[in-house]
């Protein structure tokens, strides 16, 4: 059987909303890491990055969110999850989740631990970065609300709901607390998000990691 191992609210979200629409068995296996369980030596031999998530299919052990993405889609084409291969859309598929993993993810973690990215004890540089970092989440937040625009569809890709779907929502989610504009803001965006929690596959994984109000 799958497992997926997971903290609440993490980038692990996005692999549990996609097994969840898939609605395959699977095994969610909690990773502790208020304690640093992602830093033990168990997880290490699992991902030697210590991050979350992994997912564990049969002998395969993956890490890396997108690549987990890509991987469920394609050992379930039946569901529909990805574009057909050698199509112009799966190519579009590729782009945004590396867009998504690359650019606006890195932007986040930079605005949530700016302190990674400075000496230590650099308060004021840690403001800096953050700063930055918010400046910089809000014009990728354009980018998404803008291909929203462009197509029109109800879903990221279009009329077709995909596996960037829950990477988008889960990204988008992570900017509800910003003192900018959080991502519900924009006109293109709130919809979309509203969409998204309307799924049953989504409310099942708010239950499933415990979360509370506000989701988006």
């Not at 049969?58 to 999850?81: M, N």
């Not at 809000?138 to 625009?149: F, G, K, V």
Request: aromatic share 10%; charged share 20%.
């Amino acid at each position: 059987m799958i497992q997926l191992h997971f903290h609440p609210g993490t980038a692990a979200m996005v692999p549990h909303i996609v097994l969840e629409e898939l609605g395959i068995p699977y095994e969610r296996v909690p990773v502790d890491r208020d304690n640093n369980a992602h830093k033990a030596p168990a997880y290490l031999k699992l991902n030697p990055n210590g991050l979350i998530p992994v997912l564990v299919d049969g002998d395969l052990v993956l890490y890396e969110t997108a690549a987990i993405c890509l991987h469920l889609g394609d050992t379930h084409p039946h569901a529909g999850l990805m574009p057909a291969l050698g199509t112009p859309e799966r190519a579009h598929a590729y782009k945004w989740l590396v867009w998504l993993t690359n650019s606006l993810q890195t932007a986040l973690l930079a605005y949530f631990y700016p302190e990674r990215w400075v000496s230590e004890g650099n308060v004021q540089g840690a403001g800096e970065v953050k700063a930055r970092a918010e400046a910089r989440v809000a014009s990728l937040i354009d980018q998404l609300d803008a291909e929203l625009a462009r197509h029109g569809g109800p879903w990221f890709m279009g009329e077709t709901y995909s596996v960037v779907d829950p990477y988008v929502y889960t990204l988008c989610r992570w900017t509800r607390d910003f003192d900018s504009p959080p991502a519900r803001t924009w006109p293109h965006l709130a919809p979309y998000l509203q969409r998204m929690l309307a799924r049953p596959a989504l409310q099942r994984v708010m239950a499933n990691e415990g979360l509370a109000p506000p989701f988006v």
